[in-house]
């Protein structure tokens, strides 16, 4: 398998533009969850779906970050429009809905807006 | 607020020595789970235990799990340079859905 796949691995962008992160799950993982991670705040939940329904978005910073799941194999996170402050890495991880909740992670994208 | 608390926040050791990091947590558990991140990495699963469960391990790891005192302990004996990471605890319980609570990190350096 090859694990959860993330896209892309680096963005740069300029504060106001649109940026749409994507991932792809563990085939047969039914809850996928977003992540950001930074030195100040740590590893936070954004949003986790299970069954590609949204399940609790309450992390989302605010309006500007929205995110989907139109299936199973597919999900992505948007901010718009982006600011500095939204620097960070985001993950994605992937697990079962049942069972342990041992959670995969994806490599991570690292945004950074100027 | 976080649920897991690591301490201590930072651990330099030499190899071959014994590493033993704690996590708090303040509300009741079905789960308790450690986590490795390698600088630049995803996060990667350790171990897990489980509420009922007092000690478990896995190769050179050694968790244990006291419920009554909230806390959990990641032992890592005869370290290895490549041990060099952050570790995470991270919990779920009854109301917490699929979601984990992840703790603040211990960053563990192992100085060859």
């Known amino acids: 398998d090859a694990g959860v796949i993330q896209s892309p691995r680096h963005e740069v962008t300029e504060m106001g533009q649109e940026v749409t992160l994507r991932c792809k799950p563990i085939?047969?993982?039914?809850?996928l969850f977003w992540y950001r991670q930074t030195m100040m705040r740590g590893l936070e939940l954004l949003i986790y779906f299970n069954n590609n329904v949204p399940i609790d978005d309450s992390g989302m910073p605010e309006d500007r970050f929205s995110a989907k799941m139109p299936n199973a194999s597919f999900s992505t996170l948007k901010i718009q429009p982006s600011e500095p402050r939204d620097s960070a890495v985001y993950f994605c991880?992937?697990?079962?809905?049942?069972?342990?909740?041992?959670?995969?992670f994806g490599p991570g994208t690292r945004l950074t807006v100027t | 607020s976080q649920q897991g608390e690591e301490d201590p926040q930072a651990l330099s050791i030499q190899e071959g020595e014994n590493a033993t990091m704690n996590c708090s947590y303040k509300t009741s558990i079905n789960n308790l789970q450690w986590y490795r991140q390698n600088s630049g990495r995803g996060l990667v699963h350790l171990i897990l235990?489980?509420?009922?469960?007092r000690e478990k391990h896995s190769g050179r790891l050694r968790v244990t799990l006291d419920t009554s005192k909230k806390s959990s302990s990641l032992l890592i004996t005869a370290s290895r340079a490549a041990d060099t990471a952050s570790y995470f605890c991270a919990t779920d319980g009854e109301t917490s859905g699929s979601r984990l609570t992840f703790g603040e990190g211990t960053q563990l350096t192992v100085n060859p």
């Open positions: 991880a992937s697990s079962l809905q049942t069972g342990p909740l041992e959670q995969y």
């Open positions: 085939s047969g993982h039914n809850s």
């Open positions: 235990i489980r509420s009922n469960e």
